[in-house]
């Protein structure tokens, strides 16, 4: 399995911009997650989900931020408008059971 | 805040040398995980011990954990160069885990 697989792996947009960061989990986990990597904050917990169906989005910083899960193999991470507080790497993790997780490479997200 | 909180934030030793960090908590938890993140990379999940449990080996690595203190320790023995990289517990119950701040070790060749 090539692991956990995000795209792109850097974006670099203007404030206002719509970005849209995906992720591909590894085949037959059902746990997926989305976290947010900033020197500030550390690394935050965003949203989860399992088996397709967000869990638990107490994370999510505000509105502007939205994720899915259309398929088993496949999540987006939106956030429109952009700010340049967004900048941060984002990493997506898949996980079989809640424990071990497998994070991906992570997105660098510049925002101008 | 649910994170853990590692102790140091930063360790510098030379290779060979054992390395300890720590890793404070505030609630309870059903089990605790150390992952270690390289330079640009995504982290990998190093161990897992349960609450139940008071000690752990895999390798180079030794995993304490006090739930009476809400602590826990990873040692890395011999360390290499290779080594280098930030280390992170992380916490949680059911299915959500925090992740703490982070040590970053520096083993010196």
């Known amino acids: 399995d090539a692991g956990v697989i995000q795209s792109p792996r850097h974006e670099v947009t203007e404030m206002g911009q719509e970005v849209t960061l995906r992720c591909k989990p590894i085949s037959g986990h059902d746990y997926l997650f989305w976290y947010r990597q900033t020197m500030m904050r550390g690394l935050e917990l965003l949203i989860y989900f399992n088996n397709n169906v967000p869990i638990d989005d107490s994370g999510m910083p505000e509105d502007r931020f939205s994720a899915k899960m259309p398929n088993a193999s496949f999540s987006t991470l939106k956030i429109q408008p952009s700010e340049p507080r967004d900048s941060a790497v984002y990493f997506c993790a898949s996980s079989q059971r809640p424990n071990e997780q497998f994070f991906g490479p992570g997105t660098r997200l510049t925002v101008l | 805040s649910q994170q853990g909180e590692e102790d140091p934030q930063a360790l510098s030793i030379q290779e060979g040398e054992n390395a300890t960090m720590n890793c404070s908590y505030k609630t309870s938890i059903n089990n605790l995980q150390w992952y270690r993140q390289n330079s640009g990379r995504g982290l990998v999940h190093l161990i897992l011990?349960?609450?139940?449990?008071r000690e752990k080996h895999s390798g180079r690595l030794r995993v304490t954990l006090d739930t009476s203190k809400k602590s826990s320790s990873l040692l890395i023995t011999a360390s290499r160069a290779a080594d280098t990289a930030s280390y992170f517990c992380?916490?949680?119950?059911?299915?959500?885990?925090?992740f703490g701040t982070g040590t970053s070790l520096t083993v010196i060749p």
């Open positions: 011990i349960r609450s139940n449990e």
């Open positions: 992380a916490t949680g119950t059911g299915n959500q885990f925090y």
